[in-house]
């Protein structure tokens, strides 16, 4: 395998069949039950932690969805996860397979693609090279905290990922080189990369893919935007900050 050997291996989780059955057991036992009030609170431990499991085939979707079916959990809390691992999921997947271009520009939809290429001249605020959002050097300490996190721990929370993303287009020259960027740290660092789940995400955030059009503004024309403010309405933000600062990252090595 061509493993990257810059990355560093991480203690907090454990490969394996084994590992991903305890993993799994966890997550119905303690995190389940909260599923749907904490799955958008990354200062909460409220998702499964699966993914990894997932892509790399040490646990099965299906078994996952019987498993959780089985619980002795709300249905509210069941159904807003399956609707993840199975609809989203299955989603990521005909897009990836039935699209050739699912990490290209040409793979967005007609909409998207029109709106973008009208907001094209549009002037940037800011302007990052690959190698500044690597190392979390961003104007932007939120997003610094979710490339941090994700540098750190090969994980980044899935709703940190959309204003990630969504940040990568409005501070590059062009969609282009907002998609290339945004695959390169994915596929680097997160445990899950070079995942249907990770592209069709990105494709969602940059690209309009599987949304619709919204109000336009410029640079993002009528993809969907999202500002810092919306992660404030939806959890303690300073505190995510705190929690994946550079002292943090360091303490951590």
């Known amino acids: 395998m061509d493993v990257n050997r810059t990355v560093g291996e991480l203690d907090w989780i454990k490969p394996g069949e ?7 057991d966890e997550f119905i036992s303690n995190r389940l039950k909260d599923y749907d009030t904490y799955r958008n609170d990354p200062n909460k431990k409220g998702q499964s932690d699966l993914s990894s499991y997932l892509h790399f085939g040490q646990l099965s979707a299906q078994h996952v969805a ?25 989603l990521a997947d005909n897009f990836c397979f039935y699209n050739q271009y699912y990490n290209d520009f040409e793979g967005f939809p007609d909409w998207a693609r029109k709106t973008l290429n009208d907001h094209r001249k549009d002037k940037r605020e800011y302007i990052y090279p690959a190698d500044v959002f690597e190392q979390a050097g961003t104007h932007d300490e939120l997003w ?3 490339q941090i996190e994700m540098n750190r721990t090969g994980k980044m929370h899935g709703y940190m990922r959309m204003y990630w993303a969504k940040k990568i287009l409005e501070w590059t020259k062009n ?3 907002a998609i290339k960027t945004s695959i390169y740290l994915n596929d680097k660092y997160e445990l899950d990369g070079r995942d249907p789940n990770g592209y069709t995400g990105i494709a969602w955030s940059i690209g309009g893919v599987h949304d619709r059009p919204w109000f336009e503004r410029p640079v993002f024309g009528k993809i969907r935007y999202m500002s810092s403010r919306g992660p404030q309405k939806k959890f303690d933000v300073q505190k995510y900050i705190a929690n994946n600062s550079v002292s943090e990252r360091k303490k951590n090595k």
């Open 18 to 24: 084994r590992a991903a059955k305890k993993m799994l």
């Open 66 to 90: 019987l498993e959780v079916r089985n619980a002795k959990i709300e249905e509210k809390e069941k159904n807003a996860f399956l609707e993840e691992l199975i609809v989203r999921r299955e």
């Open 144 to 146: 610094n905290a979710a």
């Open 175 to 177: 969609p282009e080189e």
